[in-house]
Structures are given as C-alpha cells and as structure tokens.
C-alpha cells in the first residue's frame, strides 16, 4: 500500500505522517529533506532540485513497496503532476494508493504554526504565509477520493482516525 501526504505547508502532514508510521510500523519518506541534501552536496539551486527530489523519493518508495512493506510519501503534493506520479507507481507496483490530505481549518493557527515551527533544514526557505495563500485553490478544487484530516485535532488522535480508514477502506492493499 502505498500511502501519500499530501496539504499546505505547515498544515500538519508531517505530525501525522510521523505518527502514522510508527504506528503502522512504515517508513516516511519527505520531500523537503530529500532537496535540502541535494543542496548540501553541492548542487546548485538553479537546477529542478524540487522535481528531482520528488523522482528520488519515488524511486526509493517503489524498492519498499517491491518488497511488499506499506510506505507513506510526505509532500505537499499541490501540482497535477506530483499526483500523477503516484497513481502511476501505485499501478505500475501493483499497489492500492491511498490519499491523506491534512488541513487546518482555523487560520490564525495555521498562520502561527507555519511561522513558529524550526525543521531543522538547513538553508531551507520556509514559505510566506501569502504563499500559502496562493496555493489554496489546489486542494479546495482537487476532486480525488481522500481521507481529509483537520490538524485541529491531535496528530496521535489523526493517526488513529487515518488507521480506522486504511484498514477500512478498499480491498487488495496489505
Ligand atoms: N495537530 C497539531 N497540534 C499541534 N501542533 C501541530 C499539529 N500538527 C502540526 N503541528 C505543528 O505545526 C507545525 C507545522 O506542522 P508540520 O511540520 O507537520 O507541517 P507540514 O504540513 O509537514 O508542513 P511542510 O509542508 O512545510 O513540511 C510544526 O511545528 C508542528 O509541530
Ligand atoms: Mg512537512
């Protein structure tokens, strides 16, 4: 099964996505920390480290689903493409995918968290607030079936409402 994050920054995907794979057990495999290595090794900024990042993350998510173990994808996942590309390693590994997005139904402390929380990224840029803003309409207008979790609530009590949804939903994942 291969399971994807996917919501703003600073929404709350990585609180659950942690949470979730300890609780599982899977393995997280994060965009961000994935491009901020690249840039640590000397590669320059100017070349599409953010699109490599997320081929890498799939390269390395297809050799865990090969061996038949549960893998969860943490990005924000916005773009048409990124989502495409996981439909896509779903089918071609034979996998059931399935889809979290976690949001943060009150602004203020969306706005809060995103400008208060330190990852530990070196040289990462963390995003605007307006930013943010401006990528909204990708998830209020993305049609796909998902869990939607609101980060209001607790990453330990997400994690458990996203379980009850993996072990309920759909057939053939394992
Ligand atoms: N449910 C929650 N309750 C309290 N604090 C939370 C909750 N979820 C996330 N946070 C805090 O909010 C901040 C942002 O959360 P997180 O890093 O998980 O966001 P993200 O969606 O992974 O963002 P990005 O896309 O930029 O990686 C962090 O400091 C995190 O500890
Ligand atoms: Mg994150």
Same mark, same amino acid.
């Given at each position: 099964m291969l399971i994807v994050m996917s919501g703003l920054p600073g929404a709350g995907k990585s609180a659950v996505a942690e949470?979730?794979?300890r609780r599982i057990p899977a393995p997280v495999l994060s965009v961000d920390p994935v491009e901020a290595a690249m840039w640590r090794a000397g590669i320059d900024?100017?070349?599409p480290?953010?699109?490599a990042a997320y081929v890498v993350v799939e390269a390395l998510a297809g050799e865990i689903l090969a061996l038949g173990q549960r893998v969860i994808v943490d990005a924000v996942n916005d773009a048409e493409e990124a989502r495409e590309q996981w439909r896509t390693l779903a089918r071609r590994s034979g996998s059931a995918l399935r889809l979290i997005e976690v949001m943060c139904s009150d602004p203020d402390v969306h706005r809060r968290r995103l400008a208060g929380r330190r990852r530990g990224l070196d040289c990462f840029p963390e995003p605007t607030w307006a930013s943010?803003? =401006?990528r909204r309409a990708a998830f209020t207008n993305w049609r796909a079936?998902?869990?939607v979790l609101d980060s209001?609530?607790?990453p330990a009590d997400n994690a458990r409402t996203a379980l =009850?949804?993996?072990e309920h939903s759909g057939h053939s994942g394992h």
């Open positions: 949470e979730l794979g900024r100017g070349q480290t953010g699109l943010v803003q =401006a079936d998902r869990l209001i609530a607790s =009850a949804h993996l």
